[in-house]
């Protein structure tokens, strides 16, 4: 008799803790708030008990093509690990850090408790491990426009074992944040618009003594065929305007919607992308390119290839390249993405390749201050400080502008324009509906909201428009180009400063993309595309060059045979 009922106690005791762990491990779902780079982040997170099941995005303020890039991998890596106490996504890591703050203030409510989250969380450190030899027919360095679009052509034109690597976790560089697709020619968008662009016409706009007239003429060739080819692959830009510039539509930026075709080319290809890899140093053979050594956290190896192609893109983001190359403009904020630190100067040092024109950037008008991201527009706008002043000529561009803006009490300044201005611009348009700028019916709400003087606003509104009518004479300028400020509202304002947008010097390759030696001489094996090179062209010359580059490279293995 004690023994059944010491059975059945066992039992209804064993079928209570299954219901009670039942019970213990039911899922459940939480919606954190957090802050990312654009603003307020809604997440959905699942958990069971101390497991973190899912992470859903409910709604986000990020741009949207680094978010979709980005928010996979933060994803799976927080998955995998069972904590928040991994690597950020190199190149989103505003975005990764409200992604892990905000799982673990979920966790933290369940018991689970890791700590105070920073930007500088990470994985632990793992040993550091010499990897096996890898084998390829091309690699290349640099997974940006010029990288993708190497690869793209390497692979038609008929090479078989590509590897593509970039340093950080995610692909496509600065091209996915552009706008504007220009120096395109012999596209449909401008067939419609009726417009007959040619080569030559082409070579005679772009010369300069900077290019050989032999990579004019590639370039001119390449952009005759370049419509085509994105087309081949579901990249459409059917928005063309100020003859040579195109977007995917007249309200859909071109960058994103190239870099994502290619992106997906490249996969369908079956390119062997490997990201959060660095090249570190190229392997040389009797003065021939023969492989790259690369690392991977703390692992490191060669990839050994028949072909090497270098696409790492410029300098803005190195502070110490910038002073000493163009010294003075290290003060200078960056728009260019944050990967874009120069990192094979040293390996063109060593090696002995030419490298020209390092002290020419490229330095972009306005940038929001808060945001980075390019903007502006057009002539009839004006800037002034925080005390409502103007103090430059707007029409003026580069450095010293820059330099004058950087100067201004607390280095405040505001770009302010009008409806007019908006109007013609759908990138004004797009900043202003994502609350990036200010918009005000008057100008005296204007200057409220800016925290600007309202009299000294209107009474350089006054004076700008007096000037460009020629009853006086303006200040800061010869003659104001442009239009009056219309006399009502509404009126917009953002906080802006200049920005070095792409650094226009590198090592010198020729009109196949193959790179010189600093006697002249080709390296045998080593091409370059993009804003790695000495080039005056910039997003367009970098996918037109990455091809030249790619096709190069298949020829150079199959001669090799």
């Known amino acids: 008799m004690k023994k059944l009922t010491s059975l059945v106690t ?183 618009n009726g417009i007959n662009d040619t080569v030559e016409a082409f070579i005679k706009d772009k010369a300069n003594p900077r290019d050989t007239i032999e990579r004019t003429k590639a370039q001119a060739e390449g952009a005759y065929v370049l419509d085509e080819w994105l087309r081949s692959f579901g990249v459409n830009l059917n928005y063309n305007y100020g003859l040579r510039n195109h977007m995917a539509e007249s309200n859909a930026y071109a960058g994103a919607h190239i870099q994502d075709g290619m992106e997906k080319k490249v996969k369908e290809l079956g390119v062997d992308v490997r990201t959060g890899t660095k090249g570190l140093d190229l392997i040389m053979k009797d003065g021939n390119a023969v492989g790259v050594k690369v690392q991977q956290k703390n692992n490191t190896y060669n990839i050994n290839a028949k072909a090497v192609i270098i696409a790492t893109g410029g300098f803005a983001a190195n502070k110490d390249y910038l002073a000493k190359y163009a010294p003075g403009s290290e003060r200078v904020q960056t728009s260019n993405q944050l990967g874009a630190t120069g990192d094979f100067i040293p390996v063109f040092e060593k090696n002995n390749l030419k490298m020209e024109n390092m002290e020419v950037l490229s330095v972009f008008k306005t940038i929001i201050s808060s945001t980075r991201d390019l903007t502006g527009a057009g002539e009839g706008f004006i800037f002034v400080n925080k005390n409502g002043e103007r103090f430059v000529d707007e029409n003026q561009s580069g450095l010293p502008t820059a330099y004058a803006i950087l100067d201004q009490p607390e280095s405040k300044v505001y770009y302010i324009y009008d409806q007019d201005l908006y109007d013609s611009s759908y990138r004004l348009q797009k900043h202003t509906a994502q609350g990036l700028h200010v918009k005000a019916n008057t100008l005296d709400e204007l200057a409220t909201k800016l925290n600007i003087p309202a009299d000294n606003l209107k009474k350089i509104v006054e004076d700008f428009n007096k000037a460009v009518r020629g009853e006086i004479k303006d200040k800061y300028s010869e003659k104001i180009t442009g239009k009056e400020f219309k006399t009502e509202g509404p009126y917009y304002g953002v906080q802006v400063e200049s920005a070095i947008h792409m650094t226009k010097g590198g090592v010198t390759a020729n009109e196949k993309a193959e790179v010189l030696h600093r006697d002249g001489h080709v390296v045998k094996g080593l091409y370059a595309a993009g804003e790695v090179t000495n080039t005056t062209g910039a997003y367009s010359a970098a996918v037109i060059f990455g091809r030249i580059a790619g096709q190069n490279a298949a020829e150079f293995i199959k001669n090799s045979k």
């Open 10 to 192: 066992s039992v209804i005791l064993g079928m209570f803790l299954v219901v009670l762990n039942c019970f213990g491990a039911q899922k459940t779902t939480a919606e954190a708030r957090t802050s990312g780079f654009g603003g307020e982040m809604k997440l959905e997170i699942v958990t069971e008990g101390e497991k973190i099941e899912d992470i859903k995005v409910i709604s986000h303020k990020e741009t949207s093509h680094l978010m979709d890039r980005a928010f996979p991998i933060i994803k799976e890596r927080i998955l995998k690990a069972q904590s928040p106490i991994v690597d950020s996504v190199s190149g989103a890591s505003y975005t990764s850090f409200a992604v892990k703050r905000a799982v673990a203030d979920v966790m933290k409510k369940n018991g689970v408790d890791y700590g105070r989250i920073t930007f500088k969380t990470k994985a632990p450190e793992q040993p550091a491990v010499v990897l096996e030899d890898v084998n390829t027919e091309v690699v290349i360095v640099g997974g940006g426009p010029a990288g993708l679009a190497a690869a793209i052509s390497a692979k038609e034109a008929g090479v078989k074992d590509v590897i593509v690597i970039e340093k950080l976790d995610i692909l496509s560089g600065n091209g996915k944040f552009d706008m504007n697709f220009f120096d395109m020619i012999n596209s449909k968008a401008q067939k419609a």
